[in-house]
C-alpha cells in the first residue's frame, strides 16, 4: 500500500469519528449512519457474490431481520 493511500486511509476514518462531535443536527447523524449501514451490507455481499460468484440470500434475510428487529425496538 503506497504511503499516500494510507494517509489518506488514516484521514477518511478520523473524519468519520470526529463527524458527530462537529455536526449536532440529528439528521445528519442519522444519514451517515444509514449510509455506512448500507455500505458494510454491500461489502460483505460484493465479497460473497463478486469473488466467490455464489448467490446469497442469507444476506437479505439477514439484513431484513436486523431492518425489522430495530424497527420494532
Partial sequence: MKRSHLLLSIVGVA???????????????HLLETIMIYA???????IVVGYTGQVS?????????????????
Fill in 57 to 73: 440470500l442469507g444476506h437479505a434475510g439477514l439484513f431484513g431481520v436486523g431492518a425489522y428487529t430495530s424497527a420494532c425496538w
Fill in 15 to 29: 473524519l468519520l469519528l470526529l463527524f458527530p462531535v462537529g455536526i449536532t443536527n440529528a439528521y445528519y447523524i
Fill in 40 to 46: 458494510i451490507v454491500l461489502f460483505g455481499l460484493d
